[in-house]
């Protein structure tokens, strides 16, 4: 925890870490696709949504393996309805979002089929299914997911028209340092803003339900309003899509390793 005298300085960086990685991280995911000759909404749907997804990752597994489940899950849920209803609404208000519409409806379909997968874990309780085999059965389908988007993008590719752009992996790395300086920002911005909580009394029930569980979401939510700020739609879309298929598949699948279902 940080000392009070650190927390405002500390809030300046996070601030300015969020700001200049998530412009890099824009910029390298659509000169990446540009490069590869893939939709900007491909790089998006994974390596983005993948990273700014790593603090539900780190929150949820740890909670599963320390014994509790409710945070572990409620961090999953709630990630995911903030980044419906508050990342993507601040990100219309923007700017208007569009994309190609046969390629969100499908990624949207796979999300709706991860949700109602989400909410078939009562069901495997009463019928008796343990919880890792029911974690088994999320990463396996995650694994499908991206077996099935891989190849779909590499069907789709079109020949590279950016030679001038200069090498990949120049613009791979802009996507690696853009997630970590995110991530990097949004921790010190949320760790800040508890210490200053803390000062002025503010209870820890209000802290992490406030300050934490919005910050474990503030990766999506500047990335996606930046993208969408500057009219890159399938950026700001296909992280918000990317990162929810990839909560509930992925993280929840590991942490059901660990936790028994009728304690969810």
């Keep these: 925890m940080l000392s009070v005298e650190l927390a405002i300085p500390a809030a300046i960086l996070g601030i300015l870490f969020l700001y200049k990685s998530s412009d890099i991280l824009i910029e390298g995911t659509a000169k990446t696709a540009m490069k590869l000759g893939v939709s900007s909404l491909v790089i998006s749907l994974t390596l983005v949504a993948y990273g700014t997804s790593t603090p539900e990752l780190a929150i949820s597994a740890t909670a599963a393996v320390e014994g509790h489940p409710g945070i572990s899950l409620g961090n999953i849920i709630g990630s995911n309805i903030a980044n419906l209803l508050l990342i993507f609404g601040i990100g219309a208000l923007i700017r208007p979002m569009s994309v190609e519409r046969g390629i969100i409806r499908r990624e949207l379909l796979i999300m709706i089929g991860a949700t109602v997968l ?8 009463i019928v008796g299914v343990s919880s890792w085999v029911a974690g088994v059965i999320f990463l396996v389908c995650f694994a499908a997911y ?7 993008a590499l069907k789709e590719r079109k020949p590279s028209q950016s030679e001038h752009l200069g090498k990949t992996q120049k613009y791979i790395l802009f996507i690696i340092g853009g997630i970590l300086g995110v ?21 820890e029930l209000i802290i992490a339900l406030t300050m934490v569980s919005v910050g474990t979401s503030l990766p999506e939510l500047v990335v996606s309003s930046f993208a969408a700020y500057r009219k890159q739609s399938e950026i700001a879309i296909g992280n918000i899509i990317g990162s929810n298929i990839f909560n509930i598949l992925l993280i929840l699948g590991i942490a059901l390793l660990f936790m028994p279902l009728n304690a969810i």
């Design 118 to 125: 989400l909410f078939l874990i009562p069901l495997f309780e």
């Design 146 to 152: 991206i077996f099935y988007f891989l190849r779909y």
């Design 183 to 203: 991530i990097v920002g949004a921790w010190l911005l949320v760790e800040s803003s508890v210490s200053i909580a803390q000062f002025l009394g503010i209870p």
